[in-house]
Antibody, heavy 121, light 111 residues
Framework: QITLKESGPTLVKPTQTLTLTCTVS??????????VAWIRQPPGKALEWLAL???????LYSPSLRSRLTITKDTSENQVVLTMTNMDPVDTATYYC?????????????WGQGTLVTVSS | QSALTQPASVSGPPGQSITISCTGT?????????VSWYQQHPGKAPKLIIY???KRPSGVSNRFSGSKSGNTASLTISGLQAEDEADYCC???????????FGGGTKVTVL
């Protein structure tokens, strides 16, 4: 059974760096083809894809946020970490991590429960 | 403003069929057979219900079906049930522009 769970701060101040961790189970981050993505959703608004990392450490970023994002993984700890620099109130959102079943697919078949991050001074 | 355009809301009585449209461009929906649809109940995470335009994951009701014509994808829910009341969001691969672009979401109301 594949599960993902996000963790991190619920409140960050403007200009700070956000670090979120996605802990996965039911699959290995080293399995060929597998990936994990981060997606966010501001309150009452649409989903927005942020970044992803594959089993072979290949990564991709949203063009509009590329300069602020870094995604890494620790296979031994079953964790994927997203950092976002220079946080702003518009970054207030629920942040989800999601499983990508195969590298040639473009869908997210399992999602974490999400974690709400509020950016405020 | 979302990359893909969906109607804000769609409604129908129990038992009826409804269709939600998702309009993109020739750079995303029109080129790739990689549209997915997600169902999201309030306060919950999205759930995959359609992938690769028209495929259903195991366990998803066959009342949900996906199709595509040109730059527009569609999700049809047949035999509408109270439990189908939720937000529905489309997503497409957009090539070099972006790995994934989402629609703004459609709220489905069962009358």
């Amino acid at each position: 059974q594949i599960t993902l769970k996000e963790s991190g701060p619920t409140l960050v101040k403007p200009t700070q760096t956000l670090t979120l961790t996605c802990t996965v189970s039911g699959f290995s981050l080293s399995t060929s083809g597998v990936g994990v993505a981060w997606i966010r959703q501001p309150p009452g608004k649409a989903l927005e894809w942020l970044a992803l990392i594959y089993w072979d450490d290949d990564d991709l970023y949203s063009p509009s946020l590329r300069s602020r994002l870094t995604i890494t993984k620790d296979t031994s700890e079953n964790q994927v970490v997203l950092t976002m620099t220079n946080m702003d109130p518009v970054d207030t959102a629920t942040y989800y991590c999601a499983h990508i079943p195969r590298s040639y697919t473009r869908h997210f078949d399992y999602w974490g429960q999400g974690t709400l991050v509020t950016v405020s001074s | 403003q979302s990359a893909l355009t969906q109607p804000a809301s769609v409604s129908g009585p129990p038992g009826q069929s409804i269709t939600i449209s998702c309009t993109g461009t020739s750079s995303d929906i029109g080129t790739y057979n990689l549209v997915s649809w997600y169902q999201q109940h309030p306060g919950k995470a999205p759930k995959l219900i359609i992938y690769e335009d028209n495929k259903r994951p195991s366990g998803v009701s066959n009342r949900f079906s996906g199709s595509k014509s040109g730059n527009t994808a569609s999700l049809t829910i047949s035999g509408l049930q109270a439990e189908d009341e939720a937000d529905y969001c489309c997503c497409s691969y957009a090539g070099s522009r972006s790995y994934a672009v989402f629609g703004g979401g459609t709220k489905v109301t069962v009358l």
